[in-house]
Every structure is written in C-alpha cells, then in structure tokens.
C-alpha cells in the first residue's frame, strides 16, 4: 500500500489530561505539529501523486480536523486494551493508544467516551462518536450496518465461574444460567461451542435469527447492561456463569473464580466507523500501515496482550 511520509512526526509534548467531562469522557490531547503518515484517500490506492503533495481529506474526516477533536467510543475495564485508572482518570491500553495515534496522524486532540457493548453502536449512528475502538468483533452481520477495519487483534470467548461451583468445562454448563452483556456475541457463540461439543443437540439453532432472550435448550440466559453487573450477580448466584471475550474477563478471575476449560469463537476486533464514512477509510490505512511496520506488534506486547 501506499506509505507516504509527508513530513517527519514532531510529537512535541507528551500526552497529558486535558480536560475531563461528564462521567465516562475524558480529553487528551497530543501536541502533534504533522500528520505521519498520508491518510487521504482510499485505503490500498496506489501512489500516483508527487510525495509531497497533500490530498484532501473526506468532507467528513475535514470536519473531524476542523473541529479538532477526534471523538472515539472506548472499553474503560479492559485490562490492555480500554482501562480507564479510577484514581487518575487516565485511559490505557492498546486501544487507547491506536486512537492516540489516529488523532495524532489527524492532528487533533483525543475525545474518549467509555462505551458498553449495548452502547457503542448507538453512539456511533447518532454521531455522538467518530469511531468505535471497544473489542468490537468483526462480524458479517455487523458489516452490513458498520464499515470494520482489518483485525488488528484476535481474541477467544471464554467462560469464567466460581470454584465452589464444580463447573469446569462446557458440559458442565449444561442447564445452567449464563450471564452475557446485551449486544455481544457472547451467546451465540457459547451455544455454537456447546453443540460442536455434544453438550446440546441444538435442532433449534439457527445462527441468523439466535435471541439469547429466548434460547432455553440446555442452557439459559441473563442478559445485562455491563460487565461489572454480571460479576455481581456471577457472586450472588443470579448466574452460574459469566461468558464473554478471554480479555474482558480477565479483570473479574477474581480469587476463588477460574475460567472453564475451553476457548472458542475468535472474536476480531477492528474499529468500526459510520457505513461509507471517510473515516473508514482513514482507520483502514492506518491499521494496515501498522500491520505492516510492526506498530500493532508492539502495542500487542506493550500491554503483555501476546
Ligand atoms: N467482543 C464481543 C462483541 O463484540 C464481546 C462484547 C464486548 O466487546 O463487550 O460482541
């Protein structure tokens, strides 16, 4: 793909709190003098322009620039990827980064708003957000209504129980009550997982038209608006499991709590911008430019996510 430095990258300053909103929203701000990488255009065209020519920005993206905040929906309990410190206020993790790096490459200061997986799609066709970097999985059906860009991360479900429980694998789970967050993916996969394992006959399932509300053969589910609730009702016995993502459980293996023996399902995360939007193909160039030069492998490490 076309890789063209317009001018070498000053970061002058180091990123530092800004300002801070209402709950759940915090403004960083990087003092970028010179986007790093050209971004304009579509993602994977091929250089027919003088190196040193600017293109335009998509009406879109332009806006973004002149407004000089880039608005991105975050995870603010993800350990590594969206964690937002409760004494500080400061976010972290490889998320967080690749939206300071894209404010960066636009020249603007950094909005974060912390997003939930019911949340996050909401946020974004209101346009109270640019783009959504909260361990979005890319799903085909979720591609129909959002632009995704390529993975630049791979995660597994898991299942995640209380030891007094006994429950240690995926036949264990048969009749139970699993807690998942509305909005996921969590259910369906965890149904798929139990049929590929013979735990249910599943004759019932059909993938295109799975309600977690409805599904009662061989297990059951409770769905909730966030995670921290799940581990509430996981402690008081309102669920006999919780299953989500391996990397958003990880902050609730709390003592006495393990995961199940197995892990199914990849979930690949990409950002998801507006369907057709300019910043779709901005994101794009960037994930795929950090693919390539190592910058994901890095961040992958950073945040001991390998
Ligand atoms: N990654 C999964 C999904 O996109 C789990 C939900 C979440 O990210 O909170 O559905």
Do not use: H
């Not at 974004?124 to 209504?145: H, M, N, P, Q, Y």
């Amino acid at each position: 793909m076309k890789k063209k430095i317009l001018s070498a990258i000053t970061l002058m300053g180091v990123l530092g709190l800004a300002a801070c909103g209402e709950a759940g929203e915090v403004t960083q701000t990087a003092e970028a003098s010179a986007p790093e990488m050209d971004l304009t255009g579509d993602a994977g065209a091929t250089a027919d322009t003088p190196a040193d020519t600017a293109e335009a920005y998509p009406e879109d993206v332009q806006a973004i620039v002149d407004r000089g905040v880039l608005r991105v929906g975050v995870k603010n309990a993800v350990l590594g990827f969206g964690y937002e410190d409760p004494l500080t206020g400061e976010y972290s993790g490889m998320e967080i980064s690749l939206a300071q790096k894209l404010a960066e490459e636009l020249g603007v200061d950094v909005e974060y708003t912390a997003v939930t997986a019911a949340t996050r799609t909401e946020l974004l066709d209101s346009g109270d957000i640019d783009c959504v970097l909260a361990t979005f999985t890319i799903t085909d059906e979720r591609k129909e209504s959002w632009d995704f860009t390529t993975p630049y991360y791979t995660d597994y479900v898991s299942v995640l129980v209380e030891d007094a429980s006994g429950i240690t694998d995926l036949a264990g789970l048969k009749d139970t009550t699993v807690g998942v967050s509305s909005g996921s993916t969590s259910a369906k996969s965890l149904v798929s997982a139990m049929i590929d394992a013979g735990v249910i006959e599943g004759a019932e399932f059909d993938p295109e038209s799975f309600d977690p509300a409805t599904w009662t053969d061989g297990v059951k589910f409770q769905q909730y608006d966030d995670y921290p609730t799940i581990s509430t009702a996981l402690s008081a016995g309102e669920v006999d499991a919780f299953c989500v993502d391996k990397s958003i459980l990880a902050i609730y293996r709390t003592e006495g709590r393990s995961y199940i023996d197995a892990k199914f399902a990849p979930q690949e995360y990409g950002i998801a911008t507006a369907k057709g939007s300019g910043l779709s193909g901005v994101c794009e160039k960037m994930i795929e430019a950090y693919l390539a030069d190592g910058t994901i492998e890095a961040l992958i490490s950073e945040n001991s996510l390998d």
